[in-house]
């Protein structure tokens, strides 16, 4: 299956690592998926707003779906793609698609050369990996930004 962690695509901007998301070097920043409403009560999204706080940051931000909302920590960027308008609903791969390019376009005027993600959209909101993937890859094809997804 193309796109999936056991294969070694040559040529992709993806690579694939087994482990913890958060033991990856302090210096590469993050992303992740989450709704305008911040809530961040399930999943990875509760991880992330433990180590990284700034709720009341990120709603100050006033995103929208479509768009990704950036916190500042410790010389690195925090992305969180914003997705969809509640906690409760389910993203699109349009406002997926949207949100991962306001991050590109991030990436590109703050020089964030390594980008480490899970498989974003994929877990609680149930996107096919395949697609995002296949997404991630274009969004992403003509920058020198390094992808690393983690899986468990």
Known sequence: MAGS?????????ITYIKGDLFACPKTDSLAHCISEDCRMGAGIA???KKKFGGVQELLSQQKK??????????GRYIYYLITK?????????????????????????????ELRLNWIGCGLDRLQWEN??????EVFEATDIKITVYTL
């Open 132 to 137: 995002v993937s296949t997404m991630i890859e």
């Open 5 to 13: 962690p056991n294969e070694d695509s040559e040529g992709s901007r």
């Open 65 to 74: 779906s479509g768009e990704v909302a950036v916190l500042k920590r410790d």
């Open 85 to 113: 308008k509640r906690a409760s609903h389910k993203p699109t791969y349009e406002n997926l698609q949207k949100s991962l390019e306001a991050m590109k376009s991030h990436c590109l005027e703050n020089g964030g050369p």
């Open 46 to 48: 509760v991880l992330f």
